[in-house]
């Protein structure tokens, strides 16, 4: 069975500081790792996806996220944190297999304040 | 191009009643899968459609059934309703071959 872990409810940062939010996953075989974020009474939005390549790949709005294969952990990070970042963060993972489907954290609360 | 989009965006039921929820998958795309999101709570997979079948599906009883017509939009029905099942509900299409999942903007169901 596959599983997602955000270890952190909440997290707070000043406006401009780098922000990082934590995940780490579990999937049998090459895992699909997937960042979405969602606003308050919305859907998901798609931030950045990591399938294979590059362990650093870079999504919308200034977030990158960095895959760790022996940590099994797939970061969200961006540089400086604006206040509009502020939302619900979801890391989600799925098996390779056109089958596969996805499996969500239970996300992670990002504040940033002025 | 319209995303996905599902109706309506808000429904409340009555214990005991019946709900059906719609998606239209975003253009493209032939598979669709439900999630239920419960309060605090990331979602969970319900089933995915493909081809107008079921493909997969979760942890969720008999209660929960669903449909695929032959342009890809989906209908998730839920029969005797109990106060737990309020959740956003939420639909997500791909196209097959194609990695990441298109969400809409949800449901949400509240049953009283």
Same mark, same amino acid.
């Given at each position: 069975a596959q599983s997602v872990a955000q270890p952190e409810d909440q997290v707070n940062v000043a406006e401009g500081n780098p922000l990082t939010v934590k995940c780490t996953y579990s999937v049998s075989g090459n895992p699909y790792l997937f960042w979405y974020v969602q606003y308050p009474n919305r859907g998901l939005q798609f931030l950045l996806k990591y399938?294979?390549?590059?362990n650093l790949v870079k999504g919308s709005y200034g977030f990158e996220a960095e895959f760790n294969k022996s940590q099994t952990s797939f970061h969200l990070k961006k540089p400086s944190a604006l206040v509009s970042d502020s939302a619900l963060y979801f890391c989600a993972v799925r098996g390779a297999s056109g089958y596969s489907t996805l499996t969500f954290g239970k996300g992670t609360m990002l504040l940033v304040s002025p | 191009d319209a995303g996905v989009t599902q109706s309506p965006t808000h429904l409340i039921k009555t214990r005991g009643q019946q709900v059906t929820l719609r998606c239209s998958p975003k253009s493209g795309h032939d598979t669709v899968s439900w999630y239920q999101q419960a309060l605090g709570q990331g979602p969970q997979f319900i089933f995915q459609y493909y081809e107008e079948e079921e493909r997969q599906r979760g942890?969720?009883? #008999?209660r929960f059934s669903g449909h695929q017509f032959p342009n890809y939009s989906s209908e998730l029905n839920v029969n005797a *309703? *109990? *106060?737990? #099942?309020?959740a956003l509900y939420l639909c997500a299409s791909r196209e097959t071959g194609n990695t990441e999942a298109f969400f809409g903007q949800g449901t949400r169901l509240t049953v009283v």
């Open positions: 399938i294979t390549g590059d | 942890n969720f009883p #008999d *309703l *109990l *106060l737990g #099942d309020s």
